[in-house]
T-cell receptor, first 115, second 114 residues
Framework: DVKVTQSSRYLVKRTGEKVFLECVQD?????MFWYRQDPGLGLRLIYF???????EKGDIPEGYSVSREKKERFSLILESASTNQTSMYLC??????????????FGPGTRLTVL | AQSVAQPEDQVNVAEGNPLTVKCTYS??????LFWYVQYPNRGLQFLLK??????LVKGSYGFEAEFNKSQTSFHLKKPSALVSDSALYFC????????????FGQGTELSVKP
């Protein structure tokens, strides 16, 4: 079974702090994704990565950056946390390649509160 | 533009009754469609997908979904609902421009009462 783990289930930070959210997958997937989930807005893609050291902006990248130094690890960074970044953050991974139909596997989520 | 719509924010069903959670899509070319379920304070779990072939797709936990090309729909169904099916359900379609991406609907909250 694919396993996607996230470093924290719950996190409380103060405005202005730098925040790191870590995600690790154990199935050698090429693709990794960061979403945020807010009530009534569904899942919104922040950033994704197709390979090590590669990143692409999603729909809402402002205020976030990412790092992918190793294939299994994809980090989301909030450079200076703000209260409007209080949300549930979900990491996902999937295989890439021709004939592969992009089923994504999700981690348990990190509920971040910024005070 | 590609999109997925889940027209109902909430669906209420009595236990033992059939359930339907609706999804419609808009995408050029062949759609690749997915359903996910999210239990409270958890990540999303994959239920089923339609790639090609049979319009009726069977998935986990007794769920199935019917692909209807003429109506551009992919409704999730279950013949007999359980209280434990109460959760948030998301429909998604593969982004034809960036194949690794999925476009998600807003989600539908399913509530099954005893």
């Amino acid at each position: 079974d694919v396993k996607v783990t996230q470093s924290s289930r719950y996190l409380v930070k103060r405005t202005g702090e730098k925040v790191f959210l870590e995600c690790v997958q154990d199935m050698d997937h090429e693709n990794m994704f960061w979403y945020r989930q807010d009530p009534g807005l569904g899942l919104r893609l922040i950033y994704f990565s197709y390979d090590v050291k590669m990143k692409e902006k999603g729909d809402i990248p402002e205020g976030y950056s990412v790092s992918r130094e190793k294939k299994e690890r994809f980090s989301l960074i909030l450079e200076s946390a703000s209260t409007n970044q209080t949300s549930m953050y979900l990491c996902a991974s999937s295989l890439a390649g021709q004939g592969v139909y992009n089923e994504q596997f999700f981690g348990p989520g990190t509920r971040l509160t910024v005070l | 533009a590609q999109s997925v719509a889940q027209p109902e924010d909430q669906v209420n069903v009595a236990e033992g009754n059939p359930l339907t959670v609706k999804c419609t899509y808009s995408v050029s070319g062949n759609p690749y469609l997915f359903w996910y379920v999210q239990y409270p304070n958890r990540g999303l779990q994959f239920l089923l997908k339609y790639i090609t072939g049979d319009n009726l797709v069977k998935g986990s936990y007794g769920f199935e979904a019917e692909f209807n090309k003429s109506q551009t729909s992919f409704h999730l169904k279950k013949p007999s609902a359980l209280v434990s099916d109460s959760a948030l359900y998301f429909c998604a379609v593969r982004d034809v421009n960036q194949g690794g991406k999925l476009i998600f609907g807003q989600g539908t909250e399913l509530s099954v009462k005893p």
